[in-house]
């Protein structure tokens, strides 16, 4: 704690920090000391990520190259899917023979395995210098401090998360992550974010909407509003406040071209966000909210705390406000007990909806989690058949739901070079659909752009640019592709 306790430290402290393992890798004080960033799962570890490296940066390190070696070597890690842990295991077996080698360095394991694990990481890999839960993101500076003095450190308990001042080091420079909240208190019986992140906690408004106002300085065009259960926003804070009021708030920042936000949870979605989203011009038209099971049985032994009829009840609200929307969600297949009538359910819901994207999962038991134990297991074999036929529907649908854009002109904001073919750029429509165009990324990155759709693909566009076309404002969706709001 002392000085950092907000996070990164400050000058005099980092230099001394880095300036201890100067000393312990004998490298003398001109060595440029490296570091490694592995990150695994969701966009919340995406951004605990950016700003753990933006405050190694703050103490003096430089990120080490491709096959360089690395004297901080961090792995942020994920414990959604199964297997997680052996992962984990896997990653480190080099780092940790480096050590055992002789070689100086420091080994951390961050994020929700991290949290799960604790003291017993060390215990099989006892080279690890320190274990810390994704509470501690925002203190890997003043944590590192007690490894560079030659402390093994499990940072796990709960913490009140703190307004970090480094600059997290963000791997766009387009699009940027903010988290809004952090944690968990729902307490679904599939799931271990609330054992690995904690009760939820919210940031004040004027810290959002400061970090959102210095990325608009710094030229970024596009925020990402990040929660686990992101409609809780304000809850805990004193007075309370809705997070409807936050986006209409964090919104309206100027030169902010658009802004997202997830995830949503059916039990909590309020249909003032859905009236936000629809009025906020900066808001993209676009909701991500896992259904997991279209079954109320299942949602009741998962403990969601809503039901299938409160779920279409959502769908129907933003299709009337917003009948362009992207609606796309979360579904897990093989819960324990889950018949074939039941699995049937979510199938059907499915077909009532028609989502535009489902991101999908066979349900593997996770550690401390009720569901994990029970005895009604579902056998993997039918797991597996059931993954592919939804994966099969939610595809289909994603295809179905693309078509609306042919023909289209689309407004969008370029983010990056098309890898696989360096002659086109990549970037996403409102409604989040990536799209790929001819064009030079020197000359668009950060643009946007009108693109006519000339190709759907399940989950991609394919178009050209559309010189001197509209850009901006939003389409009403009667049958006909109509421009309202230009």
Known sequence: ???????????????EASGELRRNSGRGRGAQLRYSMDSMGCQMNTADAERMEGQLRSLGFARAEEGTPAQV????????????????????????????????????????????????????????????????????????????NGNQIVATAPTHIMEDPTQPQRSSTVCAWVNVIYGCNERCTYCVVPTTRGSEQSRPRDAVRAEIEALVAEGYREVTLLGQNIDSWGSDLSPKQSFADLLRDVGGVDGLARMRFVTSHPRYMSPRVIDAVAEVPALCPMFHIPFQSGDDGILRDMGRGHTAARYREIVHNIRTRLPDAA????????????????????????????????????????PHTPAAVWGDQVEEGVKKERLRRINELAAEHALERRQRYL??????????????????????????????????????????????????????????????RFAGGRYADDGESVVVEA
């Open 1 to 15: 704690g002392g000085g950092g306790e907000g996070g990164g430290g400050g000058g005099g402290e980092g230099a």
């Open 73 to 148: 070597v961090v792995l942020n890690t994920c414990s959604i899917r199964e297997h997680a842990e052996a992962k984990v295991y896997s990653y480190l077996g080099p780092h940790a023979a480096r050590k055992r080698a002789g070689e100086d360095l420091a080994i951390v394991v961050a994020g929700c395995v991290a949290q799960q694990e604790g003291e017993a990481l060390l215990r099989r890999v006892p080279e690890i210098d320190m274990v810390m839960g994704p509470q501690y993101a925002n203190r890997l500076g003043d944590l590192l401090e007690g490894v560079f």
């Open 327 to 366: 609606i796309t969600a979360d579904a897990i297949v093989g819960f324990p007990g889950e018949t074939e009538e039941q699995f049937e359910n979510t199938l059907q819901l499915m077909r009532d909806v028609r989502f535009d994207q489902i991101n999908t999962a066979a349900y593997s038991p996770r």
């Open 407 to 468: 023909g289209r002109v689309e407004e969008v904001l370029v983010e990056k070079r098309n890898e696989r073919h360096p002659a086109q750029v990549k970037g996403r429509n409102p409604q989040g659909c990536p799209v790929f165009f001819e064009g030079d990324i020197d000359e668009l990155k950060g643009q946007l752009v009108p693109v006519r759709i000339v190709e759907a693909r399940p989950y991609s566009l394919v178009g050209e640019r559309a010189e001197g």
